[in-house]
């Protein structure tokens, strides 16, 4: 099972991206064998494919860690080769010189392994000259150059989409988590009950998770994309509404396990405990609404989204039983942070 996941990723790239990957292959093949004469072009064509990335902002840094690397490679490699020949303890040499020369400049680690795989390459499939260096040198540029204008030809891909998804996913469980726990404020609870409620309510924390991720690569494919000037808007109202929903899953989370320590038969029968449930449903409505503002903001007017926020009417606090007053307490502290929270967005 562990070497099936270290070979294997959680989804397929996208077929564009095979697509984008194979024709600048092929171009930087055919056109880099004709303008420059002699071997295949080998470093053309593995510049190309190394270059083709996600987003363009990724595919120009390593177009450049590429670039950097085959020179300092090729370099190295001449240089040893024009001293002393061509012999295997030379290639050897020559590796090893590149990696200490990579790890002197402190090279990142792809850089340092295109440094010693170019030195070698250069020794081993040709001849250590002047010509035949700056030739290797052209190769690779011509394949990163051929890199970008194919990712940038190709519809640059936008994964705002994903973001914009992730975190509607996320603002739903969170009104559904302050949902089941206004409900379980109002009904007898089992061990069983409260454990699967605090279950569920710890679920969130990893979809907030999976959120932020998905905001960094809508982020990151906007960046040097021509496509994302009309997308930019939308993301900063997705990352906006994530920014909001952050303190709003700490507290339920923090609510739903107060609730499931404390709990006892009797705290039902607090009048404070109710008005407390009224609250996280009126809280849950308003994290919806929260959500359709962002759909407005991006441009898309779901019905709704022009509706009042409920959690407006201020909570009359009765002094709760010397039993649970610790738990109501905590409950009233972290239900003021969420209308905070909810308060900043109708602001």
């Known amino acids: 099972m562990k070497l099936t996941a270290g070979i294997r990723a959680n989804q397929r790239s996208p077929i564009l991206q095979v697509a984008k990957s194979a024709i600048a292959t ?20 593995i510049a190309a494919l190394l270059v083709v990335q996600p987003s363009l902002n990724q595919s120009l840094t390593k177009a450049v860690e590429r670039s950097v690397g085959v020179i300092a490679g090729v370099v190295i490699a001449s240089l040893l080769g024009i001293a002393f020949g061509g012999g295997t303890w030379v290639i050897l040499l020559a590796t090893v010189v590149a990696l200490l ?22 020794l081993a499939l040709g001849t250590a000259t002047p010509s035949y260096a700056l030739d290797r040198v052209l ?10 204008l194919i990712n940038l030809a190709l519809v640059p891909p936008v994964a705002v989409a994903p973001a914009h998804d992730a975190v509607l996913a996320l603002a739903d469980e969170v009104a559904d988590s302050l949902e089941r726990l206004a409900r379980a404020l109002e009904a007898p ?38 496509r994302g000037r009309r997308h930019r808007e939308e993301l900063a109202a997705t990352g906006a509404l994530l920014e909001r ?42 994290v919806r609404l929260d959500a359709r503002r962002m759909d407005a903001a991006a441009g898309v007017v779901p019905p709704g989204s022009d509706e009042p926020a409920a959690l407006t009417a201020p909570l009359a606090v009765r002094a709760p039983s010397r039993n ?14 969420i209308h905070e929270s909810l308060r900043e967005s109708a602001a």
């Open 26 to 45: 092929a171009a930087a093949w055919l056109i880099a064998g004709a303008l420059i004469p002699g071997p295949p072009p080998v470093f053309a064509a």
């Open 101 to 122: 020369v990579a790890w002197a400049l402190k090279m990142t680690a792809g850089t340092a392994n295109q440094v010693a795989i170019s030195a070698l390459l250069v």
């Open 139 to 148: 190769e690779t540029l011509i394949g990163a150059v051929i890199g970008i």
């Open 189 to 226: 609870q089992s061990p069983g009950d409260l454990n699967g409620l605090l279950v569920e309510a710890r679920l969130m924390k990893p979809m907030r998770d999976a959120a932020e991720r998905a905001i960094d690569v809508g982020a990151e494919s906007l960046s040097l994309n021509p």
């Open 245 to 286: 929903l952050g303190p709003i899953v700490t507290q339920t989370v923090g609510m739903t396990r107060a609730f499931c320590d404390h709990y006892d038969t009797t705290l039902a029968d607090e009048p404070t405990v109710l008005a407390i449930a009224e609250q996280l449903r009126r809280a849950a409505h308003d």
């Open 324 to 337: 649970h007053w610790v738990l109501i307490g905590s409950m009233l502290e972290d239900l003021r942070r």
